[in-house]
């Protein structure tokens, strides 16, 4: 009923930029939050940031001031501007949203896209 598709990452140069775009689909009626996520080999998935409804942000410390959080609620869709990029940013972003409410009057509590790879060389 409801799909996160990830795009636009990939290769990139350390000092170098990329946005990541997350489109939910399906009868969806609202969504609560929306975030990014990101887990490098051998580490455990850590949040990079999340924005509400109502466009209040939350960054990781890691990632503050290089990484900017948007969203278009009526497009349902989230946004990561990453800039100044570091060999450390390379992981698999994740996507997700939080209180998903269906147009037919279902909801799912979390739903979680499927990965894109953002790589940062050296």
């Known amino acids: 009923q409801v799909q996160l598709v990830e795009s636009g990452g990939g290769l990139v140069q350390a000092g170098g930029s990329l946005r990541l775009s997350c489109a939910a689909s399906g009868s969806i009626f609202s969504i609560n939050a929306m975030g990014w996520y990101r887990q490098a080999p051998g580490n455990q998935r850590e949040l990079v940031a999340t924005?509400?409804?109502?466009?209040?942000?939350n960054y990781a410390d890691s990632v503050k001031g290089r990484f900017t959080i948007s969203r278009d609620n009526a497009k349902n869709t989230v946004y990561l501007q990453m800039n100044s990029l570091k060999p450390e940013d390379t992981a698999v972003y994740y996507c997700?949203?939080?209180?998903?409410?269906?147009?037919?009057?279902?909801?799912?509590?979390?739903?979680w896209g499927q990965g894109t790879q953002v790589t940062v060389s050296s």
């Open positions: 997700n949203a939080v209180g998903v409410r269906g147009a037919y009057n279902w909801y799912r509590p979390v739903v």
């Open positions: 924005i509400t409804g109502g466009s209040v942000t």
